[in-house]
């Protein structure tokens, strides 16, 4: 099946470093997602992107869809401690004909963040 | 995670019992997905439903596990006579569309005695 690769594994870093993440995949995929968790609760979306080559910010946040639509990256700037959690990379496991379909989504296994005061 | 409520949040089930796990979808959504979570892992699909129908069950083990999202009330994922390979969060999310990005709860905690 698919499998979403995320790497680090886990970051230490001081308040106000920038923070970047990545994602691989060995398909294709249509859509990526970047979803935080912190401890305790469920994910939650940060980012959706749809085109291959696409550049899109949240606040501080800002992602990237690879031009060979295997990889995206996730980077924070000026980190706070609020930015603690654990970030995944997701895309769906599926595609319809007439477009794009969610179905059921891959996650990678996670970078976990840690930022010091 | 405002809108997908689960509950409970913390079940405790000893071998052998049955564990039933709720979830209210978004107000609007049609699209329910379950997931289980290891801890250190990430989220592993289980099953997707759509309003009394199961679309994919692909992730779901063929035995003991089954899940339902009736025409009113809560989709419910349930375990049979569980064992402690089930301890695990499972989470849900709802969709409006299946081609939306989908919005979770904050998980059921299960913990297997």
């Known amino acids: 099946g698919q499998q979403l690769n995320q790497s680090p594994q886990s970051m230490f870093i001081q308040e106000g470093e920038d923070v970047s993440m990545n994602c691989t995949s060995s398909?294709?995929?249509?859509?990526w997602l970047w979803y935080k968790q912190d401890p305790g609760e469920g994910p939650v979306l940060l980012i959706a992107?749809?085109?291959?080559?696409e550049l899109t910010s949240n606040g501080r946040l800002t992602a990237q869809f690879g031009i060979t639509r295997k990889d995206s990256f996730l980077n924070i700037s000026a980190s706070i401690p609020s930015d603690v959690g654990i970030y995944f990379c997701?895309?769906?496991?599926?595609?319809?004909?007439?477009?794009?379909?969610?179905?059921?989504?891959?996650f990678g296994q996670g970078t976990i963040l840690t930022v010091h005061p | 995670n405002a809108g997908v409520m689960q509950n409970p949040r913390h079940l405790v089930r000893r071998r052998g019992q049955e564990a039933r796990l709720r979830c209210s979808p978004m107000?609007?959504?049609?699209?329910v997905y379950w997931y289980r979570q290891l801890p250190e892992e990430g989220l592993k699909f289980m099953v997707y439903?759509?309003?009394?129908?199961?679309?994919?069950e692909s992730g779901m083990p063929k035995e003991r596990f089954s899940a339902e999202f009736p025409k009113e009330g809560p989709s419910i994922l349930r375990i049979q006579q569980v064992v402690r390979g089930d301890s695990a969060a499972y989470f849900c999310?709802?969709?409006?569309?299946?081609?939306?990005?989908?919005?979770f709860g904050d998980g059921t905690r299960l913990s297997i005695l």
């Open positions: 997701a895309g769906p496991g599926s595609s319809d004909a007439g477009g794009t379909s969610y179905g059921k989504l891959t």
């Open positions: 398909s294709i995929f249509n859509t």
């Open positions: 992107l749809y085109k291959a080559g």
């Open positions: 107000k609007g959504h049609s699209h």
């Open positions: 439903l759509q309003k009394e129908n199961i679309i994919d």
């Open positions: 999310a709802s969709a409006g569309q299946s081609n939306q990005p989908q919005h």
